[in-house]
Every structure is written in C-alpha cells, then in structure tokens.
C-alpha cells in the first residue's frame, strides 16, 4: 500500500528554523518529481519548492533564499530546511510525490505555525 508520510512540523518563533521530512513508501517507485506545497487558513494551496530525481529544484517566490529542498532517492525521501520563518509562513504543509510508475500522491499534511 502507497503511503506518503510528513512529519517535522510544529510551533515556532519568527526568525527561528524548521525542518520537514517527507517519506514515500510502499508500492511507490520511479519516483520523478517530489514537492512541497503549503495552504493557508482561507486560501489555495500554493507550490513552496519541488526537486526532481536528477536535483534540479524550483522555489516560490517568497521563500527563495529562506527555504531549501533536497531528497534522499535511496529512502525515497524529501526534506524541506525552513530558515528565517516569518508569520506568514504558517500554513499546513503537504508532500507531493509523482512517480512515474504509481502515480500521483499527497501526504496528510502537517502544520507550521510561527508565532512568538
């Protein structure tokens, strides 16, 4: 059974750090793309950052210089170090896996709250 599961998240100050990790299981394979995606209270969900299986990476707009992505392809395995948090960072953060054999996978989300 595929199960896409996050964890890391949690409370913390502005300017503080965080964490997430993000790992695939199962009958998951040949994963491609691996993703985060964030929504907050009242609004769409909106791409944070993605990396393929070859490391090439995108970010959006404002986390750029903040956030950094990266992945393990042997632990099927996506990390999100998240540095100078700001209030409006807090959301609830979802893992994306597109696998090119299984398909397409969300995680259950977890929530980031900054907040002193």
């Known amino acids: 059974q595929a199960q896409v599961v996050e964890s890391g998240g949690g409370l913390v100050q502005p300017g503080g750090s965080l964490r997430l990790s993000c790992a695939a299981s199962?009958?998951?394979?040949?994963?491609?793309?691996m993703a985060w995606y964030r929504q907050a209270p009242g609004k769409g969900r909106d791409l944070v950052a993605r990396?393929?299986?070859?490391?090439?990476?995108d970010y959006g707009e404002s986390v750029k210089g903040r956030f950094t992505i990266s992945r393990d392809n042997a632990k099927n395995t996506v990390y999100l170090q998240m540095n100078s948090l700001q209030p409006e960072d807090t959301a609830v953060y979802y893992c994306?896996?597109?696998?090119?054999?299984?398909?397409?996978?969300w995680g259950q989300g977890t929530q980031v709250t900054v907040s002193s």
């Open positions: 994306y896996v597109d696998s090119v054999l299984s398909g397409r996978y």
């Open positions: 199962g009958s998951i394979s040949r994963i491609n793309i």
């Open positions: 990396i393929t299986n070859i490391g090439h990476t």
